[in-house]
């Protein structure tokens, strides 16, 4: 008797387990490629975050060996939409290398954008007024200028671009792999291949919204034949045990042409859905301010033939090339 109230309480429990996991947030039976999606949904819907990416390219430019190194860091929100990102910007070639740091605002359509360190090119004097000088670009400014249509921010397309990513099943043949401690977040790590196919359907459908009219024809062939000659793309995703939050993204790829490009690229996503303060800064100038402190009189100067006047004076270190008659 009291092997069978054992036997019929294990059965029980077993019923009862299976009555409650359903509504709750267990993996144990779910599928690597579900609980990629499910993250991918979680971090598309969060409010803010924290974010860093780092991309490294090797290629050749003439007969030169070339790196670049590009890293950001920073924080981004949905309401208000704002984006602060500090840059460190590296070029290495035939031994030598430029670098750039500085930090980038997007706030109320307008771009902020200030270099602390320029990089120093042998020859070239340093543009006078710029260093450290926060410059203000209006999307208004930009769109007189190109000609198109210029939003930094444009909250419904952000809806409908956000309702895409949720609808596209970007990635196949998911594998699970060894758990990792990612910045101290316990997470789950996946190996997958992009969906060439559906990544084709996605970006068509993102410019389709962004530029508001169909890609053309030759448009679209051209994405296809550059995606099909990359080769497989492979990822490396971390996704947080407890929040299925993205908290690391990692992918290397080929660029075939004249001249091999290898890119190595890491997003690294925390802090989500924590308070985040980006303000305008002050202080920020027009680029058409900034640009006349550092030409000087040289602009007002030009004639509408193109011609400087008589005594017309240059900041210290700008020369003009000369033609000889």
Known sequence: ????????????????????????????????AAIVKDAINTT???KSQHFAMEVNATTQVGTQ???????????????????????????????????????????????????????TIPGLPLPVGLQGQWIKIPAEDLEKTS??????????????????????????????????????VKTYHFKAKVDK??????????SKITAGQDASEKEVQSLKEGLNAIGDLSVDLNVGKSDHYLYRFKTDLVIPGETET??????KGSK?????????????????EVMSSFLGPMMPAISEEGTLPEGTTFPEGVELPIEEE
């Open 1 to 32: 008797m009291k092997r069978k109230i054992k036997i019929f309480g294990a059965w029980g429990g077993i019923f009862l387990a299976l009555l409650l996991l359903p509504g709750l947030k267990c993996d144990l039976f779910k599928k690597p």
């Open 44 to 46: 598309i819907s969060a």
């Open 65 to 119: 060996p070339t790196n670049i190194n590009l890293k950001l860091e920073g924080d981004s929100s949905k309401e208000p939409a704002a984006m602060l990102a500090n840059f460190d910007g590296t070029i290495g070639v035939e031994g030598a290398s430029l670098s750039a740091k500085g930090e980038l605002r997007l706030l109320d359509n307008n771009l902020y954008a200030k270099i602390d360190t320029l990089p």
């Open 147 to 184: 000609g198109a249509q210029v939003k930094f921010f444009d909250p419904a397309q952000q809806v409908q671009i956000e309702q895409l990513l949720k609808d596209t099943d970007l990635f196949k043949d998911v594998t699970k792999e060894k758990d990792e401690v990612i910045d101290g």
């Open 197 to 206: 196919e559906q990544l084709t359907k996605l970006l068509i459908e993102i």
């Open 262 to 267: 290898k890119v190595s690229l890491t997003f």
């Open 272 to 288: 989500y859905n924590e308070q985040v303060n980006i303000v305008a800064p002050e202080g920020a100038k027009s680029f058409e």
